[in-house]
């Protein structure tokens, strides 16, 4: 039995704590704020229940398969999944309105086509299957292996585009997210869809890879959920699933320091001086100074050993989120999607202005309105959500960042002026979806990446994506076990396979298997 120290409580993190504690470690979990849950917050107001992250899941097998390694009630038993239907509605620039059921490829093909017009729908399903042959080709080694030390094979795109044949010139194929939009769905509406995907994964549609595409694919082939009761509520299933395999929870300490002697991990310190010793240490926290620049043992003030995300190539910028939080009068009305998304009349535009590290003039706004009576005080209010891709708070959206993205600039969202004006446009585009909204509006609590860094510690409040593979390894995360002292180990959004719910109870099963089956073990089954 080894004793092992869990840095910070997010989902990464806990899962990791889940399965090590059930192979019989003895687990703490030392967490700098007062609560678990990382990115899977709540904020509660006059009977109103808004999730601060994510706000649905997809790939509900992760955690399926997590409560069912860790203990006799499965995850159906610890919260209540409900699938979403429609997945999306989508209004676009043009006025053009459609729902997207769930789970459901011909469906979607008929919704598209009554919609748009006849073959959009065929170009969307074809696209799909190139899609799903990219998932194909890289599920196993992105997302259940833990990370090789040659990833030459993750550089290599597995979309497979078709040629494109040109007058008078080369035949070529899509390399990006615009050119997939551009050459192969050819409608800008179609492009638009494709293009929110990555922007809202938070990845630049001009320079993702092709297979981006495997995003619309594993949200459409697998369907989009929702927990009652919030997304919290599946962060609170997993805490107390930890509290039931016996792990131990610090709540506000803060770790300062990874001890280390003769190359290998020896413990923690805290900020307030106190020492925890520990045989491994599980870092599920965002990079920073703890990872990168940190002191690992006495006299050791050299370059960072822990590579930053995106070390097999140059990332660029890394955006975050901004939020719309809306106490509304007035009942939601029959039928209302759970989901829309109202998309920028430019979207190219609004990547250029997020990825140079200034606020888009016309964002793409998420209207997020569930049908839960847990989230509203009475059935004569509900509780609606808006959130909107961003540039990153501060420094991080600095003109070094930014300028591989063409262009320089920083935003302070800690400015009163520029929050509240973000916030009206994100309102005023959000009418599209909410009948009346101007009229119905209680109160509004807006959320920025300014206040994202605060609760995460994430540099400038930047919300990692997941991992990609193509574009020659850029869009890759650090390994779950990487060549800094031994014992030292990577989970949540910020380490392999990368950022999103499913993806960080991925990284907690990689890093419980490379510990407990060390160098033997060959990915998640």
Not at 156 to 164: S, T
Not at 388 to 402: D, Q, R
Not at 503 to 520: F, T
């Amino acid at each position: 039995m080894a004793r092992i120290a869990v840095i910070g409580a997010g989902m990464g993190a806990m899962a990791a704590a889940a399965r090590l504690a059930v192979a019989g470690h003895r687990v703490t979990v030392y967490e700098r704020t007062a609560t678990y849950g990382g990115s899977l917050g709540r904020f509660e107001r006059d009977g109103f229940v808004f999730d601060t992250g994510p706000g649905l899941l997809h790939l509900p097998a992760v955690y399926r398969d997590l409560f069912v390694k860790t203990g006799k009630e499965p995850l159906e038993r610890c919260v209540r999944l409900e699938q979403v239907d429609p997945a999306s509605r989508h209004v676009f620039a043009d006025g053009t309105d459609v729902s997207l059921p769930n789970a459901s490829r011909g469906g979607v093909v008929a919704a598209l086509d009554a919609a748009l017009g006849a073959g959009a729908g065929e170009r969307w399903g074809a696209f799909l299957s190139r899609a799903g042959e990219a998932w194909d080709r890289s599920r196993r080694p992105l997302l259940e292996e833990p990370l090789r030390a040659d990833r030459e094979a993750l550089g290599r795109d597995p979309y497979p585009a078709p040629r494109r044949r040109r007058l008078l010139r080369t035949a070529r194929r899509a390399s990006t997210v615009v050119e997939v939009g551009a050459w192969e769905l050819a409608d800008p509406r179609l492009a638009a869809l494709l293009g929110w995907y990555a922007l809202g994964y938070g990845l630049d549609p001009r320079r993702a890879p092709a297979s981006a595409a495997v995003l619309p694919y594993l949200e459409q082939t697998f369907g989009s959920w929702y927990v009652r009761g919030g997304m919290r509520e599946l962060a609170r299933a997993l805490y107390e699933r930890c509290l039931a395999r016996k792990v131990e929870f610090v709540f506000d300490a803060e770790v300062a320091r990874i001890v280390e002697k003769d190359g290998a991990v020896t413990g923690v310190e805290l900020a307030d001086g106190t020492a925890a010793a520990a045989d491994r240490v599980v870092a599920g926290i965002a990079p920073g100074r703890l990872l990168e620049r940190a002191k690992y043992g006495e006299g050791d003030d050299v370059a960072p050993r822990v590579p930053p995300p995106g070390a097999a190539g140059e990332v660029g910028l890394v955006p975050g989120r901004f939020t719309v939080l809306l106490a509304l009068r007035g009942a939601r009305e029959a039928g209302a999607a759970h989901r829309t998304v109202v998309h920028s009349p430019d979207t190219d535009g609004e990547a250029a202005e997020v990825f140079a590290g200034r606020p888009a003039g016309r964002p793409t706004v998420t209207v997020l309105r569930p049908d839960d009576p847990d989230t509203r005080p009475d059935e004569g209010h509900e509780a609606v959500t808006l959130t909107a891709t961003v540039a990153p708070h501060g420094a991080a959206g600095s003109a070094s960042a930014a300028g591989s993205a063409g262009g320089g600039g920083s935003v302070d969202w800690t400015d009163a002026a520029l929050r509240e004006s973000h916030a009206d446009m994100l309102v005023a585009a959000a009418g599209a979806a909410v009948p009346g909204l101007a009229e119905r509006l209680l109160w509004r609590e807006v959320g920025t990446p300014a206040d994202t860094a605060a609760r995460t510690g994430a540099d400038g409040g930047s919300v990692p994506a997941p991992a990609l593979a193509g574009a020659g390894g850029r869009l890759l995360h650090p390994a779950n076990s990487p060549a800094g002292p031994a014992g030292l180990y990577l989970a949540g959004g910020w380490a392999h396979p990368g950022g999103g719910l499913a993806h960080a109870g991925m990284s907690g099963a990689l890093v419980a298997g490379l510990i407990v089956e060390g160098a033997d073990f060959r990915g998640s089954q």
